[in-house]
T-cell receptor
């Protein structure tokens, strides 16, 4: 079993839809959670960074962490074609190595 | 503020050769991490450098090695290249892990093809 599981999709939605992206994890020691967006053949771009449980909102993006269920989500409101990309969840491994553990990534396509 | 830069953008090598990839960290960041991203997969942690020393390593063999320089830039060296080393190599810079800020900012990557 992978430490972080993420459905690779692809996920296709019409423009303006609300998108829900999810990851599950197995290690209850994870405390820091991140979402990255990666366009084709580019480096990942940090979208959201959260600590412990709860919600965080930034514009059209909302990140949720449910530590009791070991489940994190990213919601995108009013999705745009420019949101078409691969979305990677990541969690910081315990300790001081700075190691991030990534999910496989979900490919999202927003159709005009 | 200058972002993370990497060079070269693309590289083609043959099996058994050696390669050096370079990374310049974002201004104000003194910690650099390297990741390998195979096609269709999430990035895998190779190692992190802080104060010119390796500060943690993932499940990669010793032929993957690195350096960090006084200006915080870094190199990733891979010896005895294998076909499976073909991937996107990503560098990420951050503040030191002990500061409590764990945000890592990635460069555009170097795409390595091993033939």
């Amino acid at each position: 079993q992978k430490e972080v599981e993420q459905d690779p999709g692809p996920l296709s939605v019409p423009e303006g839809a609300i998108v829900s992206l999810n990851c599950t994890y197995s290690n209850s020691a994870f405390q820091y959670f991140m979402w990255y967006r990666q366009y084709s053949r580019k480096g990942p771009e940090l979208l959201m960074y959260t600590y412990s449980s709860g919600n965080k909102e930034d514009g059209r993006f909302t990140a949720q962490v449910d530590k009791s269920s070991k489940y994190i989500s990213l919601f995108i409101r009013d999705s745009q074609p420019s949101d078409s990309a691969t979305y990677l969840c990541a969690m910081k491994a315990p300790g001081n190595t700075g190691k991030l553990i990534f999910g496989q990534g979900t490919t999202l396509q927003v159709k005009p | 503020e200058t972002g993370v830069t990497q060079s070269p953008t693309h590289l083609i090598k043959t099996r058994g050769q050696q390669v050096t990839l370079r990374c310049s960290s974002q201004s104000g960041h003194n910690t650099v991490s390297w990741y390998q991203q195979a096609l269709g997969q999430g990035p895998q942690f190779i190692f992190q450098y802080y104060r010119e020393e390796e500060n943690g390593r993932g499940n990669f063999p010793p032929r993957f090695s690195g350096l960090q320089f006084p200006n915080y830039s870094s190199e990733l060296n891979v010896n005895a290249l294998e076909l499976d080393d073909s991937a996107l190599y990503l560098c990420a810079s951050s503040l030191p892990t002990g500061t409590g800020n764990n945000e890592q900012f990635f460069g555009p990557g170097t795409r390595l093809t091993v033939l």
